[in-house]
């Protein structure tokens, strides 16, 4: 059993930038894959980014060149760096742990991006 937490939203301006950082715990298999994906009022979940143990990741069209994801495995931790965030970008934002045997939410942290 895994649990995630994420934390670091909040409120910013356009062209501003916000880091997310998301740690898990419990039973984490070194094999893993970890992602952050979001969630606008009305539409559904989608995929921001995911990085895999190795430390190879993965975009969305919508976000490359702008979002940084990367983790520190000593600490099961992942991070997303948003850099020349726009309103559109504005969204609940989830991590999720990916490993054999399952995968796992952790609640959402909001960003809002509003002038």
């Known amino acids: 059993m895994c649990s995630c937490r994420a934390s670091g939203g909040g409120l910013v301006q356009p062209g501003g930038s916000l880091r997310l950082s998301c740690g898990a715990s419990g039973s984490i298999f070194s094999d893993n894959v970890m992602g952050w994906y979001r969630q606008a009022p009305g539409k559904q979940r989608e995929l921001v980014a995911t990085?895999?143990?190795?430390?190879?990741?993965k975009y969305a069209d919508s976000v490359k060149g702008r979002f940084t994801i990367s983790r520190d495995n000593a600490k099961n931790t992942v991070y997303l760096q948003m850099d020349s965030l726009k309103p559109e970008d504005t969204a609940d934002y989830y991590c999720?742990?990916?490993?054999?045997?399952?995968?796992?939410w952790g609640k959402g942290t909001l960003v809002t991006v509003s002038s």
């Open positions: 999720k742990l990916i490993q054999a045997g399952g995968s796992y």
């Open positions: 990085i895999t143990s190795g430390g190879a990741p």
